[in-house]
């Protein structure tokens, strides 16, 4: 099984980024052994998430140093340890935790996991509505989604 995942929080709008992108997708046709998921703050449930998933594309609102608003794409051994944090409610980040995933799964864990990274500076504010720069580069990020999937 292939999964597409969006990381992220309907309340801290600039951490919506993953999320968004998933809203994004569902309006497209994929194949049918694509499926996309939805998780939120509690970033723990990405580990069960990942068991018997053939290859895994995760979409992301990251902290990398890079400019505010660009889109990267990394694969998990592209992810340094020290210089990614994402924030979540146990502090712990997404790099971490697809540590932690491929010592729990072992042979259940995905052949392959990328990254499609929005760098944002500012996780945690909670604003009324969506930046434009989420909203923009949730659109591009929808487009470098609908390319990767042709390769999954």
């Known amino acids: 099984m292939k999964k597409i995942i969006g990381l992220g929080s309907n309340i ?4 919506r980024f993953g999320i968004l992108v998933i ?3 569902k309006k497209h046709n994929l194949p049918d052994d694509v499926n996309l998921e939805k998780i939120g703050p509690d970033i723990f449930t990405l580990v069960s998430s990942l068991e018997d998933a053939e290859k895994v594309i995760i979409a992301d609102a990251i902290k990398s140093g890079n400019n505010p ?3 990267n794409i990394y694969s998990e051994k592209d992810l340094p340890d020290s ?3 994402k924030f979540s409610v146990h502090h712990i980040n997404l790099f971490e935790i697809l540590k932690i995933s491929q010592n729990v ?3 259940k864990k995905p052949d392959s996991i990328q990254i499609v990274g929005l760098n944002i500076q500012d996780l945690t504010s ?3 509505s969506i930046p434009s720069v989420i909203e923009k580069s949730a ?3 929808t487009e470098i989604l609908l390319s990767l999937v042709k390769n999954l």
């Open 12 to 15: 801290r709008t600039r951490d």
């Open 23 to 25: 809203d994004k997708l």
């Open 69 to 71: 608003g660009e889109l």
């Open 83 to 85: 210089e990614f944090s």
């Open 105 to 107: 799964l072992e042979e």
């Open 126 to 128: 909670l604003e009324e």
């Open 139 to 141: 659109n591009k990020a």
